[in-house]
């Protein structure tokens, strides 16, 4: 019966310790494959990163492209003056509303009037209203500067 128990023992260390190699195996081969693919990834983010600030400065200089091209098309429209202030987003008294489409882009709301003294305008966008009478800048009112004066 000792023998049995000596035995039966031998086997169960036998078992325990191949058992802790095969899974001591186990993690070292999980753990190489993760740093693995830790690996490739640091080289594909960065290999994504260099691909975006490539991006970024196609993306500038097709900005300046756009810029002197709009300019230079305002000039065409407006004049040399008026192309350059429309360019720039300037605003200023007796610009048209079509001058400052251009320039501003879209307005957030146009409301118009009719009168039998002239045409009514109000351009918005955003917390700034543009006047116009008869298509003409006469007057603008910036909302957010009125608010931070109270």
């Not at 260390?13 to 186990?26: A, G, H, K, P, T």
């Not at 693995?36 to 600030?53: P, R, V």
């Amino acid at each position: 019966m000792i023998s049995k128990i000596k035995y039966t023992s031998i086997v169960l260390i036998f078992f325990v310790l191949f058992s802790q190699n095969i899974f001591s195996q186990s993690v070292n081969d999980s753990l190489t494959n993760i740093n693995s693919q830790k690996e490739y990834l640091i080289k594909h983010n960065n290999k994504i990163k260099g691909e975006i600030d490539s991006l970024n400065m196609v993306l500038k200089n097709l900005d300046v492209v756009l810029k002197a091209n709009l300019k230079n098309l305002y000039i065409l429209k407006y004049g040399e003056e008026d192309g350059s202030r429309v360019a720039n987003r300037k605003v200023w008294k007796g610009m048209t509303e079509q001058m400052l489409q251009d320039g501003w882009g879209k307005a957030d709301t146009v409301t118009a009037n009719s009168y039998k003294w002239g045409l009514y305008t109000q351009w918005t966008y955003g917390d700034i209203t543009f006047f116009f009478k008869n298509g003409k800048l006469f007057e603008w009112e910036d909302k957010s500067k009125t608010k931070k004066g109270n």
